[in-house]
């Protein structure tokens, strides 16, 4: 039995400027746009002045803490309800995402591949 729940319980009014994000850069024609989320993240990042950054990262981690104890299915749903059209593949992915947006460099699984 797994210890991540299933239900999504996230508004966009909890989240307004991630729900912007989402809308603006993981609309319904992203996949055309961007190979990865995490690149749309990237462009977020170089395009935002940093009061968009600040706001935007500070509901990205009350997001990114909510998400943590969710199911996959739960996490895609609720990145939908706030206006994002990516459907992640795994846990992994959603989190990698986050981080991105956090600041993180992401780290493919083809980047480790390049170093061995």
Not at 29 to 42: G, I, L
Not at 80 to 87: H, M
Request: negative net charge; charged residues 30%; aromatic residues 12%.
């Amino acid at each position: 039995m797994s210890d991540r729940k299933s239900s999504a319980s996230v508004s966009k009014s909890d989240y307004p400027k991630f729900s912007e994000f989402l809308r603006g850069y993981l609309h319904q024609d992203a996949h055309e746009e961007y190979d990865t989320a995490d690149e749309a993240a990237q462009e977020f990042l170089s395009d935002a002045d940093s009061e968009e950054r600040i706001t935007l990262q500070y509901e990205v981690k009350k997001f990114q803490e909510w998400s943590t104890h969710q199911s996959l299915t739960s996490q895609n749903s609720a990145l939908k309800s706030l206006g994002g059209y990516w459907s992640f593949a795994n846990t992994a992915d959603v989190d990698r995402f986050l981080k991105t947006l956090l600041g993180a460099r992401p780290r493919h699984h083809e980047d480790e591949e390049d170093e061995l």
